[in-house]
């Protein structure tokens, strides 16, 4: 697993605002290599959650709903 790189843009990898960094968390979480480093990332995730609103927390659900329903 030495070679495993997440798919992020560099640009995707340096979040502006806490919906960035929400969507980069999950999207770590849900791609990480081990489960250790999943649950790190769905930590930040939780903790970034509460910083937002339910209605911004779902639509970064729904973004990445997507974005896996066409992968």
Do not use: C, G, H
Not at 1 to 19: G, R, V
Not at 35 to 47: G, I, M, R
């Amino acid at each position: 697993m030495a070679d495993w790189k997440p798919a992020l843009t560099p640009e995707q990898a340096k979040p502006q605002n806490d919906i960035e960094a929400l969507t980069l968390a999950l999207r770590l979480a849900v791609s990480a290599p081990t489960d250790e480093q999943s649950a790190k990332a769905l930590k930040l995730a939780n903790e970034l959650s509460s910083r937002l609103t339910k209605e911004q927390v779902d639509a970064v659900k729904t973004e990445l709903e997507v974005e896996m329903a066409d992968d």
